[in-house]
Each structure stands twice: as C-alpha cells, then as structure tokens.
C-alpha cells in the first residue's frame, strides 16, 4: 500500500476504489510488468497492460510465453486492466472470458490504436467507425465476464467523423466501467495538439469515470489538464517514458541524476529478472534515450550504452556516466 492509499479514492472504476489521479498509459513495448510496477509504485493509480491482440488469447490458440508475459502482473500492481484489441464481438468475449481466469481486476477495449495494421482488420481505432458496434461489444462483454469492462478511445476517425459523444455514451449505457480518452483522431498524430475541450465534453456528457489523455508531459500539463476538463484521472505516455516520477510529480529537471542512475539499475534488475539474460539487457536498452533525455556531452556513453551487451558494463558505463555528470 502506497501512501496515498490511506486516503479516500479519487474515483471508483465500477466497485474498486483508484487511489491517486494520475495513470500510466498503456504503451507497446513500454507498459510490461518490469515498466508498470516501477510506475505503480511512485504513483501510477491503475496497472493498464500494453495491447494484446486477440488472436493471441483465443481458445484455439495456444497460449505462448510472450502473450502469457504480456498478461503477468505483481500482486502489488492491483488495480491491474488487461488491454484487449479485437475487431469482432465474439472473438472480444472469448478472448476476455479466457483471460479473465488469470484475474485481472478490469478488462479494457483498445478502440484507439492507429496503427495501419491493426484499423486494417477491424480492431484498434477502426472500431471507432462503428458505435451500434461498440454498444455489442461493451453489452456482450459486461454480460461475459464478471470484473468491470472499460475503454480507451480516440475522438473519432478523422476530422470529419468526431464522434466521440456518441462513441462515449453507448459505452456508459452498455456497461462501460470507464472511458480514456485520447483526445485526437486516428489520422492525427503527434504534431498537433490534443483536443482538452473534447475531453471536457465527455465528462460532462457521461456519468461513469473519464480519464482524460494527449500531452500531459509536464506536471504543468497534468494540473492544467485536471482544471481545464474536470477529468478524474490523467492517463501519461511518452512523458513517462524514462521518467516514472512524473507520478510523484516532479518534472525531468527535478530529478537528480544520481537518482536517475539508481533507477536505471534497478529498473535493468527488473528487466533481466523477468526477460532473462540478455534478453532483458536487449530491451532495458530502449528505456535509455528516454532516462537520458536532456543531457548534453553524453553522446559517446549513450551511444555505448545503446550498444552494450552484457550486464556488467552496462552498470561501468553507468558508473563512468555517473562521474562526467557530477562533475
Ligand atoms: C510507444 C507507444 C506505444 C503505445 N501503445 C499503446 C497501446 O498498446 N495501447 C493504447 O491504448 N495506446 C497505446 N499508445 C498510446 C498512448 O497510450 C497514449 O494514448 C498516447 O501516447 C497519448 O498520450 P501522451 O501524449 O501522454 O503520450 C502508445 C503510445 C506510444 C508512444
């Protein structure tokens, strides 16, 4: 139990109380079990998975070390969401009914991936196209399982078809626990900036919880996006990326590299004690530029750092980083 969890719940996703207002979102690649405890406990008030399709989870299909490693949590991490995509209802309810024997506390629907290859079969952001859909999904799914279902949507397809509040409320009068809401199209990207108001708009056109979502990166950000929307929660991405107190709400530059350094080797621990070696080296290698993000004159550590192979130079070229950034 954190210390925020002596106090009373900020919200409740259907009957579990979520202690805390800030969220790590989901991120392919990011969001595994080494990223999301580290997360969890300086803050993050609920444990979303990364994606996993559900083709994957299906009853044909074998059950295979990587899925499974998608869906493995520490007790610690609870409230946790399985993140689900899928295109059709049915294969939604059989894939959740299956995981649902691996107790989550919250099943969640991807309605927002942008990703061609996902919207091209029918799942992620494409599922946006279809609201009577959705209702099905959202029906079904409570009806299917017995822990709350939720959802995390994108505005809509694209400038034309915004429509978010009809996509919002055939989730609440079908069961929806709860909404994030990224708050862009599917054909925007990162370059433009997120549409707060819409998210504005959905929690005052909906009864259940709104996490609010886009552009959070600073704890500026994170204050303004709570005032400007009145969201319960504010879900964080890429400015969670090598920077897990955003959760405590300190910004990057309030965070002392000695600090930085200690939680790179804990979180490369994490990372072997769960993938193995090297795989788990392999992948902490991503987490870098991310930790590293603002230094100037570390261009040849990083770069070997990027590089590196084993374990133990790892944590020398962390040593001789440490000393060129005391100086
Ligand atoms: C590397 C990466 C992977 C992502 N993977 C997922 C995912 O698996 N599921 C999902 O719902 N959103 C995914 N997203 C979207 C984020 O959850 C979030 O909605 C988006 O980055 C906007 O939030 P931000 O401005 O705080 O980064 C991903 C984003 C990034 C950068």
Same mark, same amino acid.
């Given at each position: 139990m954190t210390g925020t969890e002596r106090i009373s719940p900020r919200f409740y996703v259907r @009957? &579990?109380? &979520?202690?805390? @207002?800030? &969220?790590?979102s989901p991120m392919a690649g990011f969001s595994d079990l080494p990223y999301r405890? &580290?997360?969890r406990e300086l803050g993050s008030a609920i444990s979303y998975t990364e994606f996993v399709p559900v083709n994957t989870i299906s009853y044909q299909h074998k059950l295979t070390g990587r899925?499974?490693?998608r869906l493995r949590y520490k007790p610690e991490e609870r409230p946790v969401a399985f993140q689900i995509s899928g295109s059709s209802v049915e294969s939604l309810v059989e894939a959740a009914k299956r995981i649902e024997a691996l107790e989550p506390d919250i099943i969640d629907v991807n309605m927002g991936c942008p990703a061609r290859r996902v919207y091209a079969g029918g799942a992620g952001a494409a599922l946006l196209r279809d609201p009577a859909k959705i209702a099905r999904i959202f029906r079904e799914l409570t009806a299917s399982v017995s822990i709350p279902v939720t959802g995390k949507i994108r505005l809509g397809w694209d400038a034309h078809h915004r429509n978010y509040m009809e996509v919002a409320r055939a989730m609440e009068e079908n069961g929806a626990a709860l909404i994030a809401v990224h708050a862009r199209t599917r054909d925007e990207d990162y370059s433009q900036p997120a549409a707060w108001e819409a998210i504005a708009e959905i929690k005052q056109g909906v009864s259940i919880p709104v996490i609010g979502n886009g552009d959070a990166i600073t704890v500026a950000d994170i204050e303004r996006m709570l005032a400007e929307t009145g969201c319960d929660a504010v879900m964080i991405g890429r400015g969670a990326l090598g920077h897990p107190w955003i959760f405590q709400r300190l910004d990057r530059d309030q965070v002392p590299i000695e600090d930085k350094i200690a939680m790179i080797r804990r979180h490369l621990r994490e990372m072997l004690g769960f993938y193995g070696n090297p795989l788990g080296l392999v992948l902490m290698r991503k987490h870098i530029p991310h930790y590293l993000k603002g230094y100037p004159n570390i261009r040849r550590l990083r770069y070997a750092l990027l590089r590196c192979e084993d374990a133990e130079t790892f944590h020398h070229l962390l040593d001789e980083l440490a000393q060129l950034l005391s100086q």
């Amino acid at each position: 139990m954190t210390g925020t969890e002596r106090i009373s719940p900020r919200f409740y996703v259907r @009957d &579990i109380p &979520i202690y805390g @207002d800030l &969220i790590l979102s989901p991120m392919a690649g990011f969001s595994d079990l080494p990223y999301r405890s &580290i997360c969890r406990e300086l803050g993050s008030a609920i444990s979303y998975t990364e994606f996993v399709p559900v083709n994957t989870i299906s009853y044909q299909h074998k059950l295979t070390g990587r899925t499974l490693q998608r869906l493995r949590y520490k007790p610690e991490e609870r409230p946790v969401a399985f993140q689900i995509s899928g295109s059709s209802v049915e294969s939604l309810v059989e894939a959740a009914k299956r995981i649902e024997a691996l107790e989550p506390d919250i099943i969640d629907v991807n309605m927002g991936c942008p990703a061609r290859r996902v919207y091209a079969g029918g799942a992620g952001a494409a599922l946006l196209r279809d609201p009577a859909k959705i209702a099905r999904i959202f029906r079904e799914l409570t009806a299917s399982v017995s822990i709350p279902v939720t959802g995390k949507i994108r505005l809509g397809w694209d400038a034309h078809h915004r429509n978010y509040m009809e996509v919002a409320r055939a989730m609440e009068e079908n069961g929806a626990a709860l909404i994030a809401v990224h708050a862009r199209t599917r054909d925007e990207d990162y370059s433009q900036p997120a549409a707060w108001e819409a998210i504005a708009e959905i929690k005052q056109g909906v009864s259940i919880p709104v996490i609010g979502n886009g552009d959070a990166i600073t704890v500026a950000d994170i204050e303004r996006m709570l005032a400007e929307t009145g969201c319960d929660a504010v879900m964080i991405g890429r400015g969670a990326l090598g920077h897990p107190w955003i959760f405590q709400r300190l910004d990057r530059d309030q965070v002392p590299i000695e600090d930085k350094i200690a939680m790179i080797r804990r979180h490369l621990r994490e990372m072997l004690g769960f993938y193995g070696n090297p795989l788990g080296l392999v992948l902490m290698r991503k987490h870098i530029p991310h930790y590293l993000k603002g230094y100037p004159n570390i261009r040849r550590l990083r770069y070997a750092l990027l590089r590196c192979e084993d374990a133990e130079t790892f944590h020398h070229l962390l040593d001789e980083l440490a000393q060129l950034l005391s100086q």
